[in-house]
């Protein structure tokens, strides 16, 4: 009898944790650090708001809106990252030459703008956001990373060998993916410590946590630690979501799954829409489909991966 009163306990304590909600139009965009969940949708046509959530105050407030006209490929946020009450997103315009915009916003202060950067539209981004991370907001522009504290400083710059195509912060320090391969492990204080080479193109996302500098491989998973490399093999076309507490999120198709580094288990923890965005952090999982928008607490993601 006290087995089952003790289930029934955690299971309306789960059911508690796990939260949905629909916004008011599709979303582009979804990331969580802590329980801030930054967030962007097309609340009408043209016109996009960037949004952040509080999963513990269940406070949802507008941050900024950004409204264009018709254009011949598209405009739209391309991103949105919030650690500390303070946001990052990016946006994007025009036609043949598209303007890539960087914003930020904290507490009361009005919405800045901290970069403008017009580009082909056929070629890479000429900046990129990076994987949020408590305390720490990351982004790279060409070769150089900059890390933003929640009250807007500086944390660090570096000038990277080449051209970043990836970036993290985790609870270990940093992780930028460049354009010729290399994977550069950074410290908390913005000190290089490693380099490692693949052959370019293989390495889609890394991070530097608790398990190693994990890398994320056009194959899977590999983990670097103390000299010893471990792989795990995932679905071709796979998509790395997050990694916390020794548990790894990743996407294929509509499935977004849980896997256990420790003994290899690998669960379905949701079945969503084909394009859905999603990020797992140290408090909680956050997800975006359609006009969905949701979260699971730690206590459900740990559940839901055994």
Not at 15 to 22: D, G, N, P, T, Y
Not at 108 to 134: M, Y
Not at 249 to 271: K, S, V
Request: with cysteine.
């Amino acid at each position: 009898m006290l087995a089952v009163v003790l289930g029934l306990a955690l299971s309306l304590a789960a059911a508690s944790a796990a939260r949905q909600r629909q916004t008011a139009g599709p979303l582009s965009a979804v990331s969580i650090a802590g329980t801030e969940v930054g967030y962007a949708d097309e609340y009408t046509t043209g016109c996009h708001e960037v949004r952040l959530w509080d999963v513990a105050t269940r406070a949802d407030r507008r941050l900024a809106t950004h409204c264009y006209g018709s254009t011949s490929t598209g405009s739209g946020v391309g991103g949105v990252i919030a650690t500390g009450g303070r946001a990052l997103w990016l946006t994007y315009t025009g036609g043949n030459i598209r303007e890539w915009s960087l914003w930020t916003k904290g507490g009361t202060a009005p919405v800045k703008r901290i970069a403008f950067l017009p580009a082909d539209v056929d070629g890479p981004p000429p900046v990129l956001l990076g994987r949020v991370w408590e305390g720490s907001l990351p982004y790279a522009t060409g070769r150089t990373i900059i890390v933003l504290a929640p009250n807007g400083s500086r944390r660090f710059s570096l000038t990277a060998a080449d051209r970043v195509i990836a970036l993290s912060a985790h609870s270990r320090g940093y992780a930028a993916v460049l354009a010729n391969g290399t994977v550069l492990s950074i410290s908390t204080a913005g000190k290089p410590i490693r380099e490692r080479s693949f052959p370019p193109g293989t390495v889609e996302e890394a991070v530097l946590a608790a398990p190693g500098l994990v890398v994320k491989t056009t194959t899977g998973l590999e983990i670097h630690r103390d000299g010893a490399v471990r792989k795990i093999p995932l679905p071709r076309g796979s998509r790395f979501l997050g990694l916390s507490e020794g548990t790894v999120a990743y996407g294929i198709g509509r499935q977004l799954r849980l896997l256990r580094l420790l003994n290899g288990r690998d669960t379905l923890f949701h079945t969503l829409g084909l394009r859905f965005g999603a990020q797992l952090g140290r408090r909680g999982l956050a997800y975006g489909s359609g006009r969905t928008l949701g979260y699971d607490a730690w206590v459900v993601v740990a559940a839901g991966s055994r």
